[in-house]
């Protein structure tokens, strides 16, 4: 008979923060699959836990759910964690819940700690709908055609950051997204967790005075603004020029005017460039 596959949610920084079930699982079990041995040995230790670990993360992912479909195929109960809050979420672990389920595998959630979750019951920003689109890209460009993506979006955004970029990417949600509501959670959980509420521009500045910016970072944003106000009858191009004599490049001035009209890039620029004509 096949085993279970277990996905067990870990802390996100204090370790209390596990439910009763989760320890149980992680005692019955026969294997734990994690990111890092290392750290989730840290964990086991805390509770007692003595079980097999099994290195599973991005590199070994393809070849390591092969094995472990094995495992489970033959009776065993494999446990997987990740490093922190539940996998799969911005995390490892898609191909071997698939693989599992395509070989008729039964898998169980072990509910628990999630950093998106946490960070978004304190940020104060509406919950009533909200989109968790995983890591802002790293390259500025393509960090901008995300955010360009989601511009519109009735629902309060939230994605995960790295500290060494989170500079880099307010400056963007500020140029792109203007003076909306935003919230950093950083360390959340941990001796030193922080909430720095404001617009991305606010925080920027406080975070550039430090002299380094560290811990796990979670970055919420305010949802796109009810367009109340009359439309804008400026013709394109003066609208485009005015961006420009504001500091944008051009490509960025046709952008920002397309998204405050709610047209594509394609239709603003065709339509700029008539008025030069």
Known sequence: MPGILYLVASPIGNLEDITFRAVRILRECDLIACE??????KLLNHYGIGKPLISYHDHNEATRSAE?????????????????????VADPGYRLVTAAVAAGISV?????PSALLTALAASGLPTDAFRFAGFLPAKSGQ???????????????????APHRILDALADVDRILGARPV?????????????????????????????????????LIGKAPKNEAPLDQTPVEEAVAACVRE????MDAVKAVARRRGLSKREVYAQALLGRE
Not at 68 to 88: C, T, Y
Not at 247 to 250: W, Y
């Open 36 to 41: 890092d041995t290392r750290h989730t040995l």
């Open 68 to 88: 472990l479909i094995a495992r489970l195929q033959a009776g065993s109960n494999v446990a997987l964690v990740s490093d922190a809050g539940m996998p799969l």
């Open 108 to 112: 169980q959630p072990i509910p628990g």
């Open 143 to 161: 960090r901008s055609s995300v955010l360009e993506a989601h511009a519109n979006d009735p629902a309060t955004l939230i994605f995960y950051e």
């Open 183 to 219: 919230v950093v959670a950083r360390e959340l959980t941990k001796a030193h967790e922080e909430f720095l509420r404001g617009t991305a521009r606010q925080i920027l500045d406080i975070l550039a005075a430090r002299d380094a910016v560290k811990g796990e970072i979670t970055l």
């Open 247 to 250: 500091g944008l490049t051009r």
